[in-house]
């Protein structure tokens, strides 16, 4: 399969697991696939839109029929407009977006990658006798079931740095509700200190994800909405802002 044909799959769903990996390997590393995505997905916006007027065309010439018809203008006018409103809102938006958008499986399968150890470097050879050092061997082992009880048993276990690796690793054993509770006083944490620092930013990206997961959009596009408008927040920017395309 050539490799564009990947992106027209990703939009259809159809994406077998091994497919998805593939996917996600090269858009995170070919710049050129990467292109196309991006352009893909913005023509399938302008097709959006697009339908969208049409749809309101139609809207318009079934308000023209109902003025037409006497016992419907026997309504109160406001019930007509809220009508209007819900059937855009609720069909036409809804079609459009089942239609062109991809779900929220899917964009949590090719944004989410495990953010790797930094805290405590596994070097080939070495065996401290920590249990925050074998904690991290269990994480990038992707023993995450492992990891957990021994992040749950270092001296610290509330510490910022180690909840945050704990809630990736619930989110690996897909395990949301306990992630989401991990992630967010992090994400809501300031000036945090140590083997801490910078991970709230961190935080909010997987937060984001985690409620996408979730099927929460709301509370996704709040955290991604943070992200993209901070000036001084860095990480994962530019992917927020994709994402924050799909779901608004």
């Given at each position: 399969?050539?490799?564009?044909?990947?992106?027209?799959?990703?939009?259809?769903?159809?994406?077998?697991?091994?497919?998805?990996?593939?996917?996600?390997?090269?858009?995170?590393?070919?710049?050129?696939?990467?292109?196309?995505?991006?352009?893909?997905?913005?023509?399938?916006?302008?097709?959006?839109?697009?339908?969208?007027?049409?749809?309101?065309?139609?809207?318009?010439?079934?308000?023209?029929?109902?003025?037409?018809?006497?016992?419907?203008?026997?309504?109160?006018?406001k019930w007509l407009v809220a009508?209007?409103?819900?059937?855009?809102?609720?069909?036409?938006?809804?079609?459009?977006?089942?239609?062109?958008?991809?779900?929220?499986?899917?964009?949590?399968?090719?944004?989410f990658q495990s953010f790797r150890?930094?805290?405590?470097?596994?070097?080939?050879?070495?065996?401290?006798?920590?249990?925050?050092?074998?904690?991290?061997?269990?994480?990038?082992?992707?023993?995450?079931?492992?990891?957990?009880?021994?992040?749950?048993?270092?001296?610290?276990?509330?510490?910022?740095?180690?909840?945050?690796?704990?809630?990736?690793?619930?989110?690996?054993?897909?395990?949301?509700?306990?992630?989401?509770?991990?992630?967010?006083?992090?994400?809501?944490?300031?000036?945090l200190k140590g083997k801490s620092?910078?991970?709230?930013?961190?935080?909010?990206?997987?937060?984001?994800?985690?409620?996408?997961?979730?099927?929460?959009?709301?509370?996704?596009?709040?955290?991604?909405?943070?992200?993209?408008?901070?000036?001084?927040?860095?990480?994962?920017?530019?992917?927020?802002?994709?994402?924050?395309?799909?779901?608004?």
């Amino acid at each position: 399969m050539k490799n564009f044909e990947l992106i027209d799959r990703y939009f259809d769903n159809s994406l077998s697991p091994k497919e998805q990996l593939l996917f996600n390997d090269l858009l995170q590393n070919d710049l050129v696939f990467k292109n196309e995505f991006i352009f893909r997905k913005d023509l399938k916006k302008v097709i959006a839109v697009s339908q969208q007027e049409d749809l309101k065309t139609s809207l318009g010439k079934f308000e023209d029929k109902i003025q037409q018809n006497s016992r419907l203008m026997m309504l109160p006018k406001k019930w007509l407009v809220a009508a209007s409103v819900f059937i855009l809102a609720t069909i036409g938006l809804y079609s459009v977006k089942t239609e062109y958008f991809p779900s929220n499986e899917v964009i949590y399968e090719t944004y989410f990658q495990s953010f790797r150890n930094t805290i405590q470097p596994v070097v080939r050879g070495e065996n401290p006798n920590t249990i925050e050092y074998r904690a991290f061997v269990a994480y990038e082992a992707h023993d995450y079931y492992k990891a957990i009880n021994l992040f749950n048993s270092v001296a610290d276990p509330e510490a910022s740095y180690i909840n945050f690796y704990k809630g990736l690793s619930y989110m690996e054993i897909n395990k949301l509700s306990r992630a989401i509770e991990l992630l967010i006083p992090i994400a809501e944490a300031e000036n945090l200190k140590g083997k801490s620092v910078n991970f709230d930013e961190k935080a909010k990206w997987y937060l984001a994800l985690a409620y996408i997961k979730n099927n929460e959009d709301k509370k996704a596009i709040e955290e991604l909405s943070l992200i993209s408008n901070q000036p001084s927040h860095t990480y994962k920017k530019e992917e927020a802002l994709e994402v924050l395309a799909f779901l608004k």
